[in-house]
């Protein structure tokens, strides 16, 4: 009989632990939509040169990220589940596109209080963001602005290639950093292409301009 009441209070702590743990999940939950909806508003101003919205959107997502906190400090099976992760790389996505984009400080994942695989990641997804910004660019002949974003994701891209970890604690950078390998490598054979386009415009320029300076008019007869 002892064994058997053991036994009922065990399965009934447990019971009441999962419980826990799913009301703390049903919290985090929408929690994590919530940052995800607001830093890819936050990439959207910042690619619309409109900072201070960005930031404000970024101050909304980071409270999301608190209160997800808050509601999982007991819960540590959940908070290192794939949503969690997957806000804290959005968050970290957003930030690092908006420093780019306005040319402010680089902020790192202690300043973000986020887990390092998650900024990481985030990290490789704003190189990527940036071939976007890239073509804008090349549309409007900015040519040496580009250079220097490219400069930025050729940075970004050799030091994650180094980053030589299983993918279990990496959380699947590897993958996120051969697709940005990808992105690089079309994104460079655009730009080297816009180049060779703008130098053949500008010979041509030049020889249409040396033939006009060298014409001379036609003699009436």
């Known amino acids: 009989m002892e064994r058997v ?47 201070q919205e960005s930031n404000q959107l970024l101050r909304e997502a980071h409270k999301h990220l608190q209160n997800i906190q808050s509601a999982l400090v007991d819960h540590s099976e959940i908070y290192f589940t794939g949503y969690v992760s997957d806000a804290q790389k959005e968050f970290a996505e957003a930030h690092a596109t908006l420093a780019f984009l306005s040319e402010s400080p680089l902020p790192g994942p202690r300043e973000l209080h986020i887990e390092v695989p998650s900024y990481l990641n985030g990290l490789a997804e704003a190189a990527s963001e940036l071939r976007r910004t890239i073509l804008d660019a090349l549309r409007k002949d900015d040519v040496a602005r580009c250079e220097g974003w490219m400069a930025i994701m050729d940075e970004i891209y050799s030091f994650l290639v180094t980053v030589d970890y299983p993918e279990a604690i990496t959380g699947g950078l590897r993958r ?23 130098s053949l415009e500008e010979k041509l320029a030049q020889f249409q301009n040396n033939v006009s300076k060298g014409m001379t008019p036609l003699n009436d007869s």
């Open 5 to 51: 009441d053991a036994i009922r209070n065990i399965v009934q702590d447990s019971l009441v632990r999962l419980e826990q743990t799913h009301v703390a999940r049903e919290v985090a939950l929408p929690l994590s939509r919530q940052v995800i909806h607001a830093c890819a508003a936050a990439i959207r101003a910042a690619h619309r040169h409109e900072y």
């Open 176 to 198: 996120t950093t051969d697709q940005l390998r990808g992105v690089l490598e079309r994104t460079r054979g655009d730009l080297t292409l816009a180049l060779r386009q703008r």
